[in-house]
Each structure stands twice: as structure tokens, then as C-alpha cells.
Nanobody, 121 residues
């Protein structure tokens, strides 16, 4: 399993970023994909989740933590084995290291390197 996150950076409050996560080593379409974040001194937090193709067919829906609803959009491209997180109207509270992972986790205790998002003026 390999997960490679990218797209982070420094952005001013109110700005936007689009994160990408390229996944290999498992059957991407069979798994839900999730974005998490971890701010300094805080626990890792689930930000958004998008169901697998099969789960979508049975009515599973996308999940967002309340603090990002209406601002973030998760999407996936099964042809590219990639999941995205479009982040708009960013605030300093969104500053964190952002990770993706599949669910259920295909390889226990494995996480990618993450991508740093810093929102600051």
C-alpha cells in the first residue's frame, strides 16, 4: 500500500487549495476513501469520507465533519486511483497536516507522509 498526498501549502484566510491523494497497492474502487487532519497538539480528525463504488450504489453517502460542511468537497477519480479534497474559504483553524487513507484500512498502521496546509495572513 502506498498513499501519496500532495497539494498543500501556505494560503491566506479565505483562500482555496485542492489536495490530491494517489493510492496504489489495493483495489481502489473497493474502498471508501477518507481525508484526515492533525493539528499540532491535537488528535487526528476525520474530515471527509467518500464511499466505495459499490457502497455508493447501495446508497452510502459522503460525510463531512461539521466544521468543513459547505466549504470542502471530497471527490474521487477511480480511473486514476486518486481522491481529492477541494478546500474553500479556508480559515486558520484549518491549519493541519492532512492525510488520506482507505476504509477499512488496507494496511494496519500505515499512513502516508501527509501534506501540510497552513492558513495564515
Amino acid at each position: 500500500v502506498q498513499l501519496v498526498e500532495s497539494g498543500g501549502g501556505l494560503v491566506q484566510p479565505g483562500g482555496s487549495l485542492r489536495l490530491s491523494c494517489a493510492a496504489t497497492g489495493f483495489t481502489f474502487t473497493n474502498y471508501a476513501m477518507r481525508w484526515y487532519r492533525q493539528a499540532p497538539g491535537k488528535r487526528r480528525e476525520l474530515v471527509a469520507s467518500i464511499p466505495s463504488t459499490l457502497s455508493s450504489a447501495y446508497g452510502s453517502s459522503i460525510y463531512y465533519v461539521d466544521s468543513v460542511k459547505g466549504r470542502f468537497v471530497i471527490s474521487r477519480d477511480n480511473g486514476k486511483n486518486t481522491v481529492y479534497l477541494q478546500m474553500n474559504s479556508l480559515t486558520p483553524e484549518d491549519t493541519a497536516l492532512y492525510y488520506c487513507n482507505a476504509f477499512p484500512v488496507p494496511q494496519p498502521d500505515y499512513w502516508g507522509q501527509g501534506t501540510q496546509v497552513t492558513v495564515s495572513s
